[in-house]
Nanobody
């Protein structure tokens, strides 16, 4: 069982930055691929970014590539999402996810989900 707790959401103006963090309880955190998803009101959940177990491979949605950076610290059981040049369309609840099979994360699926953190970008 893996428990995920996100933090770092909030209200920011367009063009600003936020850093989301996710703390994981897994004893074998380094065996899990990690990802961030988001869901805006009335919209389906969408993939944002993923990182493999070692941090050596990262994946991004086209809409955030070049603006967002995903990273992990296996010693601290954490994964982060640095979000720069934020746009109003980035407004959503952001969810942290974990799965030993990163292929599932890339297919918008996961075995474990956090409770989400709200990100609001004002214009």
């Amino acid at each position: 069982q893996v428990q995920l707790v996100e933090s770092g959401g909030g209200l920011v103006q367009a063009g600003g930055s936020l850093r989301l963090s996710c703390a994981a309880s897994a004893r074998t955190f380094s065996s899990y691929g990690m990802a961030w998803f988001r869901q805006a009101p009335g919209e389906e959940r969408e993939f944002v970014a993923a990182i493999n177990w070692s941090g050596g491979r990262t994946y991004y949605a086209a809409s955030v590539k070049g603006r967002f950076t995903i990273s992990r610290d296996n010693a601290k059981n954490t994964v982060a999402l640095q979000m720069n040049s934020l746009k109003p369309e980035d407004t959503a609840v952001y969810y942290c996810a974990a799965d030993e099979r990163i292929q599932l994360l890339l297919q918008n699926q996961s075995s474990y989900w956090g409770q989400g953190t709200q990100v609001t970008v004002s214009s």
